[in-house]
T-cell receptor
Framework: EPEVTQTPSHQVTQMGQEVILRCVPI?????FYWYRQILGQKVEFLVS????????KSEIFDDQFSVERPDGSNFTLKIRSTKLEDSAMYFC???????????????FGEGSRLTVL | SQQGEEDPQALSIQEGENATMNCSYK?????LQWYRQNSGRGLVHLIL?????REKHSGRLRVTLDTSKKSSSLLITASRAADTASYFC??????????FGKGTTLSVSS
């Protein structure tokens, strides 16, 4: 069964360092997302990406964050200068498409746990 | 965008009992989805119900949607210890990404 894969599973970094989280979405999917979940809290939307550009982003997704699809398979989230409050589980998700532009079933990866010290 | 609000926040039941979780929201939606998350894992899609649907079933899951009351419920029948997880409702509004609620933590003891 196709799946979304994320690397690394866990990354520990020092405050102020740059971090890149990688995702390989399901191959025929067109819409890609990053969500994050601070331990024990809700799942928060960060950004959506379609047709090689950001289609929507939340208030959390400020200038410290960027996304890229450098090739036909990878989808990356970069945090330029990490802060303590960036410590969270980051989830990548993808889906194919639904008629009418509605969002259908998202397929999530297992997440990348980021710990900022 | 607005999130759904799940109720209760936590639910503890015995194996074999039914579990009911509710989700309320405030704006119009295109569809509402339920997801499950085992501790420390990714979210897994359970069921999607469109705004023009009132009820859907999938195995032991039953989801209802009342757009006049802006609420949905997820019923898990004959629960098992393996159903222990967090359950989230997610709202799809026109042209926006899925927005998740805070979730209900279900604990099923044997």
């Amino acid at each position: 069964e196709p799946e979304v894969t994320q690397t690394p599973s866990h990354q520990v970094t020092q405050m102020g360092q740059e971090v890149i989280l990688r995702c390989v979405p399901i191959s025929n999917h067109l819409y890609f997302y990053w969500y994050r979940q601070i331990l024990g809290q809700k799942v928060e939307f960060l950004v959506s990406f379609y047709n090689n550009e950001i289609s929507e982003k939340s208030e959390i997704f400020d200038d410290q964050f960027s996304v890229e699809r450098p090739d036909g398979s990878n989808f990356t989230l970069k945090i330029r200068s990490t802060k303590l409050e960036d410590s969270a589980m980051y989830f990548c998700a993808s889906f194919a498409a639904l008629a009418g532009g509605n969002t259908g079933e998202l397929f999530f990866g297992e997440g990348s746990r980021l710990t900022v010290l | 965008s607005q999130q759904g609000e799940e109720d209760p926040q936590a639910l503890s039941i015995q194996e074999g009992e039914n579990a009911t979780m509710n989700c309320s929201y405030k704006t119009s939606i295109n569809n509402l989805q339920w997801y499950r998350q085992n501790s420390g894992r990714g979210l897994v899609h359970l069921i999607l119900i469109r705004s023009n649907e009132r009820e859907k079933h999938s195995g032991r899951l039953r989801v209802t949607l009342d757009t006049s009351k802006k609420s949905s419920s997820l019923l898990i029948t004959a629960s098992r210890a393996a159903d222990t997880a967090s359950y989230f409702c997610a709202l799809n509004q026109a042209g926006t990404a899925l927005i998740f609620g805070k979730g209900t933590t279900l604990s099923v003891s044997s």
